[in-house]
């Protein structure tokens, strides 16, 4: 028997969108990292 929802926080596309978020914003943390190095290394 499916379980009521009770928020959009229940939905497995909401969960997922989530994750995606998270990975997108990691992944942008990592390329500005990587720039601010090799500006640095050319100064």
Do not use: P
């Amino acid at each position: 028997m499916k379980e009521k929802l009770r928020s959009y926080k229940d939905l497995v596309v909401w969960q997922k969108s989530l994750t995606l978020v998270k990975r997108v914003y990691v992944e942008a943390q990592k390329m500005t990292n990587a720039l601010r190095r090799s500006l640095a290394s050319r100064s």
